[in-house]
């Protein structure tokens, strides 16, 4: 024999009501409760009806005690192999992140596992030390930059804070390690000279890489970000692009905006397309299938050979710190910049335009202080 009452909130109708439950048999049962969530149920209409079936499910004896679920590894006193939990982890963030994202864990993680060659490696004894003695070993054996470097503690410090949160470890070692300075002239700033020069040929020659370009040197989009972009991402009205976050390499919208010189060269490239098409698709034009078209990088560099430039350092992400460099040069507006980047702090535009030389500290210097009213 069941026992059951029904505790309802007429007043409070955001309020979850409940169906609380004894089972009566000769020991003594606990108390028990199914709750009716607002979120679910939102009416009194909607409450009453899922009452009227709990109480039918408890009279019929459908309602039974859930088995508990079995527990993933996650004790604090049990000790994890690193192995293991490169393993476990990897398996369970496949289906949570993106391909590429769960690609850049992976390479990160197994050159980590590599590096200690100890099948028998526990993950609570990986210390700060051994983090930095694996980055370092990676910058000397693999000469990897010091952009990389940075990438692979990023990945290295999100992977063990999965780890503390699954009570793997207690601290993550990689907290407090500095990244080096990155250096961004490998993607070298074209002149004003050179960057007219070539922007003209293309507009001319090549329809479709004058738009990508003038997407990385106008709007500051990054190559990947472009790869994505469909055509209703396009606000022609506003001369607006939206970046939504799922686009963003950062994970961050972004909305950077466009002049009507690009405007012109958008729609006459558009010209014929579907809201869904890409905006770069094979055979030098936009469609519905999404390409990662390796030609474009080949077509930029012959376009700088023949102007005799040197592709080896100027690169399609260089029109980015060209766009910003100019964009700082005609307004002095670092707020803009940091818009049009989508950075989240000013703080992170200044930084930028230093390591791009075009911000000093002498120049702030010779702006003159004004009389100050008292």
């Not at 709990?54 to 309602?63: F, H, K, N």
């Not at 990438?151 to 990244?179: D, V």
Request: proline share 2%.
């Amino acid at each position: 024999m069941i026992k059951y009452r029904v505790q309802r909130f007429l007043k409070e109708c955001e309020k979850r009501w409940y169906v609380e439950y004894w089972i009566t048999t000769e020991v003594k049962s606990p108390r028990k409760r199914i709750y009716i969530s607002h979120k679910k149920f939102p009416t009194l209409k909607e409450k009453e009806r899922q009452v009227k079936k709990v109480i039918q499910d408890l009279e019929s004896g459908e309602i039974i005690e859930k088995p508990k679920r079995k527990r993933l590894r996650n004790k604090k006193d049990e000790l994890v192999r690193l192995s293991t939990a490169i393993s476990d982890s990897l398996n369970i963030i496949e289906r949570e992140v993106a391909k590429n994202t769960h690609a850049a864990y992976k390479k990160s993680l197994k050159k980590l596992e590599y590096y200690f060659d100890d099948p028998d490696c526990y993950l609570h004894d990986v210390s700060a030390s051994d983090i930095i003695n694996f980055l370092d070993y990676l910058t000397v054996e693999e000469r990897i930059s010091n952009s990389t470097r940075n990438s692979y503690l990023k990945w290295l410090k999100a992977m063990f804070e999965r780890f503390k949160a699954r009570g793997w470890i207690s601290t993550n070692p990689c907290i407090g390690i500095k990244g080096f300075r990155e250096d961004i002239q490998m993607h070298k700033a074209f002149c004003n000279e050179n960057a007219q020069m070539i922007l003209s040929y293309l507009k001319g020659e090549d329809l479709q890489l004058f738009v990508f370009v003038m997407l990385v040197y106008q709007c500051f989009l990054r190559p990947s970000e472009i790869y994505k972009l469909q055509v209703k991402d396009i606000l022609f009205d506003l001369k607006k692009i939206i970046i939504s976050k799922n686009v963003a390499k950062t994970k961050v919208a972004k909305y950077p905006r466009f002049n009507d010189s690009l405007k012109a060269a958008l729609q006459k490239y558009l010209e014929g397309a579907k809201n869904d098409d890409f905006i770069i698709s094979q055979r030098r034009t936009f469609g519905a299938t999404q390409t990662t078209n390796y030609s474009i990088g080949d077509r930029h560099r012959k376009v700088l050979k023949r102007f005799g430039l040197d592709h080896a350092n100027h690169t399609l992400y260089g029109w980015k710190h060209t766009g910003n460099i100019e964009l700082y040069r005609l307004t002095k507006d670092i707020k803009f910049i940091q818009a049009q980047n989508g950075h989240s702090s000013v703080n992170m535009t200044d930084r930028y335009l230093r390591d791009l030389g075009v911000i000093m500290d002498d120049e702030i210097s010779l702006v003159p202080l004004p009389d100050f009213k008292f």
